[in-house]
């Protein structure tokens, strides 16, 4: 009888079928839509708190699915990030190389950015020289330069590609060349 | 020397968790200094996922996860990212390798990426502080558990990745224990895991595999063979009734087998005469998907199967503490070990000169060589053991978690089929070793039927 109580039990536990909440990031008067399909009953957890690191400006809101149904509950949290603006992040994306040119490109992750979030100024963060594209720009950074406007208005989300040419050590031995290259931007949302 | 002192080895393996998740707060709180795990500023370990970089975080609360992490061969090789540029595997794939897995966007603090603080494995903690915590432990292989628990328990395997599929035993540790004439038990907490290899069957279901709740007993009373093994209750294997896993296999909460270690903890101090001569050791079979920062270092490896698979590293760094009056108290043993190091060390004990196996010795000779865990045992002994943290340690429960529906893993799928088909092949041993089994097939079958 207790096998078969729990295993009924067990037929009926809650489940969650699908969460979302869109988009991920967001500034301080924006909107999350949250979509969830569950079977048991569904409770929705707000909770903020500042973001890990040493930024104090930005904080983390978890959203947390608790479902219950027959004594039992599950739960999910998903995290939106809410910056303010001018706040800075990075880009990094793992290097092939091509010839003598590092190449570091890729998606940045349109999930994680959405559309209310624009490039207001990018620099260099890798430590050495570095051609960027994006959004059908090409521009050049140095180390230790100044931030540069030259993407203001662009899209955070979307492709973007490093460029890097091996030092002349890197070029003698490969195990010197670096695996990512990286900017830091600050962003502004709209 | 301090091995001629030790009489009784207790192995006690858990379950998929990587030595930064479980122990590197010891570095980063500030608690063993000269351990090699986290350190600020932790942007220092970022991993990269669509242009995103993403950072190791201290986990909030002890809570079941909301899915396994990945840690298939594929996956693992994700994980390490080694560079197409610089040849480097670079640990910076982790947060990659999740997202693909659960088809999901990461969080910004991504599940792989966070590690406990020492109030959240307060026994894990005070074992590695007490005693020695070795942090160049790498699982043998870089794949999943039925590769790497063969490596552990016959120092070769014949499998690279873990499936539904009959697992050769050859080496294995009970037969070279039998050769050897050396005593041992194994104390299994549910059904265990030697049950996946038919060849083993036989001893799985003799009189050397005693149920866990004997252990402290068997210690406290002086019933101790030379080598014992302890096993935890699997995530994955058949459980019914109040019966809960404690592997710490993801998605567990890590509370349950915190109480797992600190009460087998407590069976090995049980007896001081006993003590003064045991060593126990603490491990993991993988990293569990779970972030490491060390790249583990080049090595050669094969399989036995023909054609053999090879892989040129080891695996992600585990958790390993060697408990012990003979270890130096508050010590780090940086050598270099895998699985085989427990190996290596059981014949230096038992049979000196004559290596466990070619295979174990391969490891051993190659550069950089596997050492024996002899490597971290001291000559100065310091007999009085010092009891465990004895605080409460909060987690969930939810009985009856894993009848409603089949398994979806191949190593839950694989726990069924072999305790289905042992049940049908040696009723009358099943009956008396793992009586609960009846009850649980009994449960399944009545909840699947539907």
Redesign the interface.
């Known amino acids: 009888m207790?096998?078969?109580s729990?295993?009924?039990?067990?037929?009926c536990?809650p489940r969650i079928y699908s969460f979302t909440a869109n988009p991920?990031t967001i500034g301080p008067n924006d909107s999350i839509q949250v979509n969830w399909k569950t079977r048991g009953m569904a409770t929705l957890l707000i909770h903020d708190r500042p973001?890990?690191?040493p930024d104090t400006t930005s904080r983390?809101r978890e959203l947390t699915l608790v479902v219950q149904k027959n004594g039992?509950?599950?739960?999910?949290?998903?995290?939106v990030?809410v910056l303010p603006n001018g706040i800075t992040d990075?880009?990094?994306?793992?290097?092939?190389?091509h010839g003598d040119t590092?190449i570091a490109a890729?998606?940045?992750?349109p999930?994680?950015w959405g559309d209310a979030f624009d490039i207001r100024t990018v620099q260099e963060g890798s430590g050495r020289s570095l051609t960027v594209l994006h959004a059908g720009h090409i521009l050049h950074l140095e180390p230790s330069s100044e931030p540069n406007k030259a993407l203001l208005g662009t899209p955070v989300k979307g492709n973007?590609e490093f460029r890097s040419l091996l030092t002349p050590a890197e070029k003698a031995d490969?195990?010197?060349?670096?695996?990512?290259l990286?900017i830091l931007i600050t962003v502004q949302h709209h | 020397m301090a091995i001629e002192n030790i009489k009784t080895i207790i192995l006690l393996m858990f379950e998929n968790r990587s030595f930064d998740h479980m122990l590197g707060h010891l570095s980063y709180e500030g608690l063993q200094p000269n351990a090699d795990g986290l350190r600020e500023p932790?942007?220092q370990y970022?991993n990269?996922?669509?242009?995103?970089?993403y950072?190791p975080?201290?986990i909030p609360s002890d809570?079941q996860l909301?899915s396994d992490i990945p840690h298939e061969f594929n996956q693992v090789a994700t994980q390490l990212?080694r560079?197409?540029?610089?040849?480097?595997l670079?640990m910076?794939g982790f947060v990659e390798a999740y997202a693909d897995f659960t088809q999901e966007?990461p969080?910004?603090?991504a599940e792989p990426m966070g590690f406990f603080k020492s109030t959240q494995v307060p026994i894990t903690s005070f074992l590695a502080r007490q005693y020695c915590v070795c942090d160049r432990w790498f699982s043998s292989l870089p794949t999943s558990t039925q590769p790497n628990r063969t490596m552990a328990f016959c120092g070769e395997s014949a499998i690279y990745k873990t499936g539904l599929q009959v697992i050769p035993a050859t080496g294995n540790l009970f037969d070279w224990l039998n050769q050897a004439g050396i005593s041992w038990r194994v104390y299994h907490d549910g059904f265990s895991f030697f049950g996946l290899y038919p060849s083993l069957w036989s001893y799985v279901l003799g009189s050397k595999f005693r149920d866990y709740e004997r252990l402290y007993s068997d210690m406290q009373q002086g019933d101790v063979p030379q080598v014992i093994i302890v096993e935890p209750s699997y995530q994955d294997a058949p459980h019914?009734?109040p019966d809960h896993p404690n592997d710490n296999h993801a998605p567990l909460a890590i509370g349950w087998g915190e109480d797992f270690l600190r009460r087998t903890y407590e069976a090995a101090i049980a007896n001081p005469a006993v003590w003064k001569e045991t060593l126990m050791v603490v491990y993991y079979d993988e990293h569990g998907g779970f972030y490491d920062h060390v790249a583990p270092p080049d090595f050669q490896s094969q399989t036995t199967h023909t054609p053999p698979f090879t892989f040129d590293s080891l695996g992600p760094r585990i958790p390993g503490i060697l408990i012990s009056p003979w270890v130096k108290s508050g010590s780090v043993c940086h050598s270099l070990f895998d699985h085989t190091s427990v190996l290596q060390f059981l014949a230096e004990k038992f049979t000196p000169g004559k290596p466990y196996s070619a295979a174990v010795e391969a490891r051993r000779k190659q550069t950089p060589g596997i050492a024996s865990l002899s490597a971290a045992l001291s000559d100065t002994s310091s007999l009085q053991p010092t009891p465990p943290p004895a605080g409460p340690i909060f987690v969930q429960s939810?009985?009856?978690?894993t009848?409603?529906t089949p398994p979806d893993s191949a190593m839950g799928q694989s726990f069924e089929q072999a305790a289905r088909q042992m049940m049908t092949l040696k009723p009358k041993k099943v009956r008396d070793k793992y009586p609960e089994l009846y009850?649980?097939k009994?449960?399944?079958d009545?909840?699947r039927s539907?």
Do not use: C
């Open positions: 207790v096998a078969l729990i295993s009924q039990l067990q037929s536990k991920r973001m890990p690191g983390l039992h509950e599950i739960s999910k949290m998903i995290q990030a990075k880009i990094v994306f793992k290097t092939v190389l590092l890729g998606v940045n992750n999930l994680r973007w490969h195990r010197l060349a670096p695996d990512r990286s | 932790l942007q970022e990269i996922y669509q242009g995103g970089s950072i975080f201290s809570t909301s990212a560079s197409s540029v610089n040849g480097k670079t910076s966007n969080n910004v603090q019914i009734g939810a009985l009856g978690d009848i409603a009850q649980w009994a449960a399944v009545q909840a539907g």
